[in-house]
């Protein structure tokens, strides 16, 4: 025998006490609760069916049900670091037996209820689709497919930062896709077909039709009061190329950006969503607007890569080491970059010129010019054969003029009148003194 949980009813959680009921799905129910240590109001998403536990007290879920729902808390611990992936606290098992996930809660009003209700600026719009490809990038290089990349669930942060949220379909890249949990308006064509392989095409797909509705204030295939249904959009996405969002204020680049990436084949399409977020900063930067820093995970090989690259970057020189020169002042000055290691074996002479050198002339050589620093290739001639150095540039050793201020004498005649009104005054008081007055 097995009891039902009802969408109305919420889960019994120590150290938790229930607000009220955000909202419900096909598969869970998201609730609102307050944690009582750390005190924070968090958003719990529990899983729904006919059965929370059976008579014996073992949970009565479907067991695929279970294992996505183990797989999603899984996946979000994975990715939750990213800053535009919504952040996971815990997860377990209801007293009652329904499974749950504690997750951060996201007051703000998110993307699947504005999109239908305001125009969205373009700004905006450009900027939420950069963080996303970043989310995604991230999701991707990890291994895993969100495979439901919609406008609901991309929710909004106390600080308005956009999350990707619901990895409970999500899947690992190259698995088999049914179609038994997908969201036809926002789907790729090819994963509307059973066992389709999963490619990251599919999520780019979804990443630029969720962008295309925040612009379009529809899905893409969709018709405002016509036939929606999954056969009809499946047959529209299959058969036709999305058209332009209509939106005066929307650039040509950026149609065409979206176009890209939703276009019918795989192959078409950008080939990560890293490469549709860099056509978005584009976008930005024709548009003068602040480029939107794009995040995502970076391999240990791609680091390496990346070093490698700036290494390629210096003067293609070998590393000199620094060197003292005979003679010259220790300290800085006294360094210079030493010559490359000579080769093993001399160099070939050079062909014999064409024409006869001039004849010796018996006038003495000039004056070396001055000069000028080696680096690598350049000749270098040893401080021995040149002769001692005083700093690593030749001083002219030439005589200069000097110039000498002239000396100006100063009269004396006044020092000797002080001197002998001094001996006088000195006398007399002597006398003053012996003999007495």
Same mark, same amino acid.
């Given at each position: 025998?097995?009891?039902?949980?009802?969408?109305? @009813?919420?889960?019994?959680?120590?150290?938790?006490?229930?607000?009220?009921?955000?909202?419900?799905?096909?598969?869970?129910?998201?609730?609102?609760?307050?944690?009582?240590?750390?005190?924070?109001?968090?958003?719990?998403?529990?899983?729904? /069916?006919?059965?929370?536990?059976?008579? +014996?007290?073992?949970?009565?879920?479907?067991?695929? !049900?279970?294992?996505?729902?183990?797989?999603?808390?899984?996946?979000?611990?994975?990715?939750? $670091?990213?800053?535009?992936?919504?952040?996971?606290?815990?997860?377990?098992?209801?007293?009652?037996? =329904?499974?749950?996930? %504690?997750?951060?809660?996201?007051?703000?009003?998110?993307?699947?209820?504005?999109?239908?209700?305001?125009?969205?600026?373009?700004?905006?719009?450009?900027?939420?689709?950069?963080?996303?490809?970043?989310?995604?990038?991230?999701?991707?290089?990890?291994?895993?497919?969100?495979?439901?990349?919609?406008?609901?669930?991309?929710?909004?942060?106390?600080? &308005? &930062?956009?999350?990707?949220?619901?990895?409970?379909?999500?899947?690992?890249?190259?698995?088999?896709?049914?179609?038994?949990?997908?969201?036809?308006?926002?789907?790729? #064509?090819? %994963?509307?077909?059973?066992?389709? @392989?999963?490619?990251?095409?599919?999520?780019?797909?979804?990443?630029?039709?969720?962008?295309?509705?925040?612009?379009?204030?529809?899905?893409?295939?969709?018709?405002?009061?016509?036939?929606?249904?999954?056969?009809?959009? &499946?047959?529209?996405?299959?058969?036709?190329?999305?058209?332009?969002?209509?939106? *005066?204020?929307?650039?040509?680049?950026?149609?065409?950006?979206? !176009?890209?990436?939703?276009?019918?084949?795989?192959?078409?399409?950008?080939?990560?969503?890293?490469?549709?977020?860099? $056509?978005?900063?584009?976008?930005?930067?024709?548009?003068?607007? #602040?480029?939107? =820093?794009?995040?995502?995970?970076?391999?240990? $090989?791609?680091?390496?890569?990346? =070093? +490698?690259?700036?290494?390629?970057?210096?003067?293609?020189?070998? *590393?000199?080491?620094?060197?003292?020169?005979?003679?010259?002042?220790?300290?800085?000055?006294?360094?210079?970059?030493?010559?490359? #290691?000579?080769?093993?074996?001399?160099?070939?002479?050079?062909?014999?010129?064409?024409?006869?050198?001039?004849?010796?002339?018996?006038?003495?050589?000039?004056?070396?010019?001055?000069?000028?620093?080696?680096? /690598?290739?350049?000749?270098?001639?040893?401080?021995?054969?040149?002769?001692?150095?005083?700093?690593?540039?030749?001083?002219?050793?030439?005589?200069?003029?000097?110039?000498?201020?002239? @000396?100006?004498?100063?009269?004396?005649?006044?020092?000797?009148?002080? +001197?002998?009104?001094?001996? %006088?005054?000195?006398?007399?008081?002597?006398?003053?003194?012996?003999?007495?007055?």
């Amino acid at each position: 025998m097995s009891a039902t949980t009802p969408a109305d @009813v919420s889960p019994s959680l120590p150290g938790f006490d229930y607000l009220e009921t955000i909202g419900s799905g096909g598969f869970s129910t998201v609730y609102l609760y307050e944690q009582r240590l750390p005190r924070r109001p968090v958003a719990v998403k529990a899983l729904t /069916g006919d059965g929370a536990i059976t008579g +014996d007290g073992v949970s009565g879920f479907d067991e695929r !049900a279970l294992d996505r729902f183990r797989d999603e808390a899984n996946l979000m611990a994975r990715l939750s $670091a990213h800053p535009n992936i919504l952040s996971i606290y815990q997860a377990g098992i209801a007293e009652g037996g =329904e499974p749950y996930l %504690v997750m951060e809660y996201c007051a703000q009003p998110g993307y699947g209820a504005r999109y239908r209700s305001e125009s969205i600026a373009v700004p905006e719009v450009l900027a939420v689709g950069v963080q996303l490809a970043g989310a995604v990038e991230t999701a991707h290089r990890a291994g895993i497919l969100h495979r439901d990349i919609k406008p609901s669930n991309v929710l909004v942060t106390d600080f &308005r &930062r956009p999350v990707l949220a619901d990895f409970g379909i999500s899947g690992a890249l190259g698995a088999i896709h049914h179609t038994d949990a997908l969201s036809a308006p926002w789907a790729a #064509p090819e %994963v509307m077909n059973d066992d389709a @392989v999963l490619r990251t095409s599919s999520d780019i797909y979804s990443l630029g039709a969720t962008v295309y509705s925040l612009l379009a204030w529809r899905a893409p295939f969709e018709v405002p009061g016509g036939d929606n249904s999954f056969e009809t959009l &499946r047959s529209r996405a299959q058969t036709y190329p999305v058209a332009a969002t209509g939106r *005066p204020d929307a650039p040509q680049s950026l149609e065409a950006v979206l !176009a890209t990436a939703m276009a019918t084949s795989p192959s078409a399409r950008y080939t990560s969503a890293l490469a549709f977020g860099r $056509a978005l900063q584009q976008v930005q930067h024709e548009l003068g607007l #602040p480029v939107t =820093e794009l995040e995502y995970s970076e391999t240990s $090989a791609e680091r390496a890569s990346f =070093e +490698d690259s700036r290494a390629r970057t210096l003067p293609p020189t070998e *590393p000199l080491a620094a060197t003292v020169i005979p003679g010259a002042a220790a300290g800085f000055d006294g360094l210079i970059a030493a010559p490359p #290691p000579a080769p093993a074996t001399p160099p070939a002479p050079p062909p014999a010129a064409a024409t006869p050198p001039p004849p010796a002339t018996t006038t003495p050589p000039q004056a070396a010019p001055a000069p000028t620093a080696a680096y /690598g290739a350049q000749p270098y001639t040893s401080p021995a054969s040149a002769g001692p150095l005083e700093s690593t540039v030749r001083r002219d050793t030439a005589t200069h003029p000097v110039y000498t201020a002239p @000396v100006k004498k100063k009269a004396v005649w006044p020092g000797i009148v002080i +001197d002998v009104v001094l001996v %006088v005054v000195t006398a007399g008081a002597a006398a003053f003194y012996l003999f007495g007055g």
